[in-house]
């Protein structure tokens, strides 16, 4: 079946450093893409999304391309903030299915 | 405001107690879930309703019971609680069930069941 594998955290990084989440998926046929945030004590929030190869998803600085030659969905952003730290969810979406990955922890220190 | 509400956000209860987790959404969404999340496991598909009166099993559907007789409300009943459902639970809507229909998440209910 349909599976997401998604780089293990805990991740802690200096305040404006790079950030880069991997994100692979197993999937038939083209999956939506998504990236859901969870910040501590909330629920999930889509974060961004693409539904097609080659889109591109953005959303508070964070970006994401769907790469469907190497079913990957990494998460960017160029120079974190404190407010990012949270917890970040791949989920594709395929076939009236959403698989949610394990999840990655981000800490930012200032 | 548009929101998934649900009640308790904290609970803790023996085994074989019954109970229920009400799910509110105040958007007229037709499509309804509830996931557990687990450590290292993310979140995991229990039961889903994809409108009034249509429910069917997600991935762990074991130990659970929805029912859904208003397009608003999703409780999750839990009909003889065990430790293995000690966990965190969210309720979802969305308008449709998944493709580009984003998913708007409930806050959370932490569950322990000693």
């Known amino acids: 079946g349909d599976s997401v594998t998604q780089m293990e955290g805990p991740v802690t990084l200096s305040e404006e450093a790079f950030l880069t989440i991997n994100c692979t998926y197993t999937?038939?046929?083209?999956?939506?893409l998504f990236w859901y945030v969870q910040y501590p004590g909330e629920g999930l929030q889509l974060l961004l999304k693409a539904t097609k190869a080659d889109d591109k998803g953005s959303n508070k600085g964070f970006e994401a391309t769907y790469r469907k030659e190497t079913t990957s969905f990494h998460l960017e952003k160029g120079s974190v903030q404190v407010s990012d730290s949270a917890v970040y969810f791949c989920?594709?979406?395929?076939?009236?299915?959403?698989?949610f990955g394990a999840g990655t922890r981000l800490t930012v220190k200032p | 405001e548009a929101q998934v509400t649900q009640n308790p956000r904290y609970l803790i209860t023996v085994t074989g107690k019954k109970l229920t987790v009400t799910c509110s959404q105040n958007?007229?969404?037709?499509?309804m879930s509830w996931y557990r999340q687990d450590p290292g496991l993310g979140l995991r598909q229990i039961y889903y309703s994809m409108n009034v009166e249509v429910t069917d099993k997600g991935d762990v559907p074991e130990g659970y019971k929805v029912s859904r007789k208003e397009k608003r409300n999703f409780p999750l009943i839990l009909e003889s609680p065990s430790p293995n459902q000690t966990s965190l639970y969210f309720c979802?809507?969305?308008?449709?069930?998944?493709?580009?229909?984003?998913?708007?998440f409930g806050p959370g209910t932490r569950l322990t069941v000693t």
């Open positions: 979802a809507s969305s308008w449709k069930r998944g493709g580009t229909h984003e998913q708007y």
């Open positions: 958007m007229n969404h037709e499509y």
């Open positions: 989920a594709p979406y395929n076939n009236n299915d959403m698989r």
């Open positions: 999937a038939t046929g083209y999956p939506s």
